[in-house]
């Protein structure tokens, strides 16, 4: 099983609301990513987690916050967010921190109004 | 990090092969260089992983000339299913830090 599985698919929410985004993997990998992808561009990394610790934070406005409540699972929590943050956000795991073949979930779409 | 340069775009018909470029002068000892694949609305695919010479494996070949600074992405017969955009990756093997470069969109031509 090499899936990477979000929820959800799409999501669209106001600028004053919370939500949250979910990925899961159970491949045993011990790091996982959270990237932003606007159209046409390359994804962003935004952060890592590499064994449910934060590792990496690439200067991520606060209204994201990143949460790893066990191996498996990575949550990003939203609120107050802005209408350029619309875009897709894709996460990732790889085996252990420096195995950087990742595998990509399938994203899920957001929009903000 | 290294920063990769590729072509925005190639067209190539069925059939075909297809090379596509990446450069990356400033990489380091420790890098490798990774290629992924992308769809519209779906998250990239890992296809080949390389760090010198040649790889292969049944979807693709990766060449790597000795002095790293520049790599070549090789699909075989390519059909209208490659359409998609191509990004070239390079890492540190020991660290956790992915950047992907602008990325080739490549379309094949019936």
């Known amino acids: 099983d090499t899936e990477v599985t979000q929820t959800p698919k799409h999501l669209v929410m106001g600028m004053t609301n919370k939500k949250s985004l979910k990925c899961e993997q159970h491949?045993?990998?011990?790091?996982m990513y959270w990237y932003k992808q606007k159209a046409k561009k390359p994804p962003e990394l935004m952060f890592v987690?590499?064994?449910?610790?934060?590792?990496i934070n690439e200067s991520v406005p606060s209204r994201f916050s990143p949460e790893c409540p066990n191996s498996s699972l990575l949550n990003l929590h939203l609120h107050a967010l802005q209408p350029e943050d619309s875009a897709l956000y894709l996460c990732a795991s790889s085996q252990r921190a420096g195995k950087n073949i990742q595998y990509f979930g399938a994203g899920t779409r957001l929009s903000v109004l | 990090l290294a920063k990769t340069t590729q072509p925005i775009s190639m067209d190539s018909y069925e059939g075909q092969e297809v090379n596509i470029t990446c450069s990356h002068n400033n990489i380091a000892t420790n890098d490798y260089i990774t290629w992924y694949q992308q769809f519209p609305s779906q998250g990239p695919r890992f296809i080949i992983q390389g760090y010198k010479t040649k790889v292969t494996n049944e979807v693709a070949s990766l060449f790597i000339p000795a002095d790293r600074k520049s790599s070549t992405l090789s699909l075989p017969r390519v059909s209208l299913s490659d359409t998609a955009v191509y990004y070239c990756?390079?890492?540190?093997?020991?660290?956790?830090?992915?950047?992907f470069g602008t990325g080739t969109s490549l379309t094949v031509i019936p």
């Open positions: 990756l390079v890492g540190r093997r020991t660290g956790n830090q992915f950047y």
């Open positions: 491949m045993g990998h011990r790091a």
């Open positions: 987690y590499s064994y449910e610790k934060l590792s």
